[in-house]
């Protein structure tokens, strides 16, 4: 079955770093755009970055431009997000998306998410 599995989060002092990975099986994974999401309590989920099955293309929301950087290596099955210069408004469950179209619909996968919490 399909398994998206993230890793890297966890507690880090504002202005600090941290790499968020997801690991994809049981899709082939080339095929599928991918994308980090986030979600803090009382707010609805948005989307942080994506990126293209060939990873020619990203786009970012603005209120991380500058910050994250979205990478995927496909010969890993993974897709990456670095987030430099972190804010305590970055605190969030941060999730991985895989998206393939196609003809009769989109077809989506989620990870579980994995917490990032931005605080002195």
């Known amino acids: 079955q399909v398994q998206l599995v993230e890793s890297g989060g966890g507690l880090v002092q504002p202005g600090g770093s941290l790499r968020l990975s997801c690991v994809a099986s049981g899709i082939t994974f080339s095929d599928y755009a991918m994308s980090w999401y986030r979600q803090a309590p009382g707010k609805e989920r948005e989307l942080v970055a994506g990126?293209?099955?060939?990873?020619?293309?990203?786009n970012y929301a603005d209120s991380v431009k500058g910050r994250f950087t979205i990478s995927r290596d496909n010969a890993k099955n993974t897709v990456y997000l670095q987030m430099n210069s972190l804010k305590p408004e970055d605190t969030a469950v941060y999730y991985c998306k895989a998206e393939l179209s196609r003809v009769g619909g989109p077809v989506a996968y989620w990870g579980q998410g994995t917490q990032v919490t931005v605080s002195s």
């Open positions: 990126i293209t099955s060939r990873g020619g293309r990203t």
